[in-house]
């Protein structure tokens, strides 16, 4: 059973707007939050020449947006576009002689360990992504400290915010006070998020876009919108509603 049948819900920014209302009430998560979220995927789109929407957007402006489904106002919500990324996957002893040094993944995420639905979760607070999550750690010695760059899903900005909680950068439930104004997660900042723009402001690829990202920061490609603090270990994680994966890549 999904929302859509039991309460007449047609898009997924309902399906997913409840549960996101749950996380708001049990634990004080605001829309300032969120809109921290949205706010620094458009900063780093303006430095993204092939990003869809580049122009500086504002809280005010953010907030101030008409709603699409409570909580969700118009920037909360992904763009879609066109494009493509091509991924190789090899032995590391078959990728000599390569122009680029491979990239190393360190372990990935693939659990689904309750039913595929957006609604029927034991925690309602908690989603897919806590499931990849999971067995992605269970899989390496690293943690969530080890992290220095993030391309996290974001097909609405809470998305984003279940990603952070479920890879474990907070005890769960106290994402408002992780986000706070968003600084973090500026190039500058000690965990650089989404740093094309994500699918917020850079375009959705269905996910493959963060994966393209993450290859193209470790290898120190990234130009004005290069993180600073010459990321060795990225994660990506993609999905989160009701189906979830995530990865570890590294350039060591």
Do not use: K
């Amino acid at each position: 059973m999904c929302i859509r049948d039991s309460f007449g819900a047609v898009s997924p920014s309902s399906w997913l707007a409840m549960p996101a209302q749950r996380y708001m009430h049990d634990f004080g998560l605001t829309r300032e939050h969120l809109g921290a979220i949205a706010l620094n995927a458009r900063r780093h789109a303006g430095l993204n020449p092939d990003a869809v929407y580049r122009e500086p957007l504002t809280m005010e402006e953010y907030l101030g947006s008409r709603m699409i489904s409570e909580p969700f106002c118009l920037y909360d919500c992904d763009v879609p576009c066109d494009g493509a990324t091509a991924v190789i996957v090899s032995r590391r002893d078959a990728a000599s002689g390569l122009a680029r040094t491979p990239l190393t993944v360190e372990s990935v995420g693939t659990g689904m360990l309750e039913r595929a639905t957006w609604d029927q979760r034991r925690d309602l607070t908690t989603m897919a992504a806590h499931d990849a999550a999971a067995t992605m750690w269970e899989r390496t010695t690293l943690t969530a400290r080890d992290i220095d760059h993030a391309q996290l899903y974001d097909g609405f900005s809470f998305l984003t915010v279940q990603w952070l909680d479920a890879l474990g950068f907070f005890p769960h439930g106290q994402a408002g006070d992780f986000i706070g104004d968003g600084e973090r997660f500026g190039l500058d900042g000690s965990l650089p998020l989404n740093t094309s723009g994500g699918q917020l402001s850079g375009g959705r690829l269905h996910g493959v876009g963060f994966l393209h990202e993450a290859c193209v920061q470790l290898w120190g490609e990234g130009g004005d919108r290069q993180a600073r603090n010459a990321p060795e270990l990225a994660v990506v994680a993609v999905g989160g509603g009701p189906v979830a994966g995530s990865l570890l890549l590294s350039n060591r």
